[in-house]
């Protein structure tokens, strides 16, 4: 059972390259299953990789942020 947003993606993308919706499926989950996760664990820690042209976050703003979540 595919949700119907996803569902609706991949059949878009099976007619605009005259394959099979099994095989758009197919190859959409194939890499799913081998993409590399969006941080390392350095010293257990996570380590988000970000662009070069992402803006760090200053110390101040991510006290700020914390505070909120509390």
């Known amino acids: 059972m595919l949700s119907d947003d996803v569902y609706v993606a ?7 390259s005259g394959r099979s919706l099994g095989e758009v499926v197919s190859q959409l989950v194939r890499k799913g299953l081998v993409s590399e996760p969006s941080f390392n664990i350095e010293n257990g820690i996570p380590v988000f990789r970000v662009s070069a042209s992402d803006e760090p976050i200053p110390s101040n703003r991510a ?8």
């Not at 991949?10 to 605009?16: F, G, L, N, P």
């Not at 006290?63 to 509390?70: K, N, S």
């Open 10 to 16: 991949a059949k878009r993308i099976a007619e605009s």
């Open 63 to 70: 006290a700020e942020l914390l505070e909120t979540e509390q």
